[in-house]
């Protein structure tokens, strides 16, 4: 048995705190805190030898995520890398227990909502989350404040996973997806700004039209009944039209992908990233899981013919 480690790796702060987690819990397993376990799968490391594409990443890590039993990580930042937000949904789908750490002092809120969360209110249902912070700003003994932070909650999180993992692994109940109710899901996060609402208008309007039906996700309310109305969508519609889609998008995307319903991203940004592996606008984890539009109007010729 082991964990997967989902982490953002794209930078060398995120690498080492990312090697530090997997150390640890390496440590913990060592220690014999959690029987039966081998070392972490931390991606890129761990991928292997014959990974050479961006798509190979995608089936390397899938397979990693397919043959692991829980999911570890940080997440940490103003913004959350997409690819990690998939891996946990998709983990979940699984009936993965998931364990992550945030260290933010910030919460969120979404749309009208007056409640504020740490990551957000899907990650906290899908996930155990460790939230350890500090505002303190002042100058004294600062470095040690942080350090102090980080070693509370790598306590807080070996005693969750002692708790999880200990004793008795349960066998995984993975998500089935249910009889479809409605053609299709629509990204909660189409409503959060105006420009995107006036984008839901027109992608319900198309659906109407196309004499189909859908169902607006809500992320803010009870979230248990919104995973249900995305299990019973035969399709769900993802906004990526931000640098960074926002985390629940990429969480809800990673559980439509994991119950076989491959999902459609819709994605006119110009902004792209460059890598060793790929020049694209969208993570590896969202591209090769999903259907991408790069416009309204491919959108509504998919939606009329599907």
Known sequence: MRFYSECRLY???????????????????????LPGFTNCFLPYRDDGDNVFTEEDYFNADVNAINTSVGIIGFLDGATFD????????????????????TTDFLRWYAGSS??????????????????????????SSYRQRQVDIL??????????LINDFNRFVAPKVPLEPLPILYDYYL?????????????????????????????????????????TNLRQSGQAIFFSDVFEPNIDSAILHGIAYGI???????????????????????????????????????????????
């Open 114 to 139: 007056t409640e504020c969360y740490h990551i957000s209110k899907l990650t906290q249902h899908v996930a155990t989350v460790v939230a350890v912070w500090n505002e303190n700003q002042s100058i």
């Open 151 to 160: 070693e509370q909650a790598f306590t807080a999180f070996r005693i969750n």
């Open 260 to 306: 076989g319903r491959k999902p459609i991203v819709y994605c006119s940004k110009k902004q792209r990233f460059h890598s060793e592996v790929a020049d694209d606008y969208l993570s590896g984890m969202i591209r090769y899981s999903a259907a991408v539009v790069r416009s309204l109007a491919e959108l509504k010729a998919l939606v009329s013919a599907l």
């Open 11 to 33: 930078n060398a702060n995120a690498r080492l705190i990312s090697l530090d987690l997997t150390d640890r819990v390496d440590s913990w397993i060592a220690e014999g805190l």
């Open 187 to 227: 990204d909660p996060n189409f409503d959060y700004t105006e420009p995107s609402q006036m984008l839901l208008r027109e992608i319900e309007n198309a659906i109407t039209q196309a004499g189909k039906t859908f169902v607006l996700g809500d992320n803010m309310g009870d979230i248990e009944a919104d995973i």
């Open 82 to 101: 997409s690819g990690c937000g998939w891996e946990i949904g998709y983990g979940y789908s699984k009936g993965y227990p998931i364990h992550l750490i």
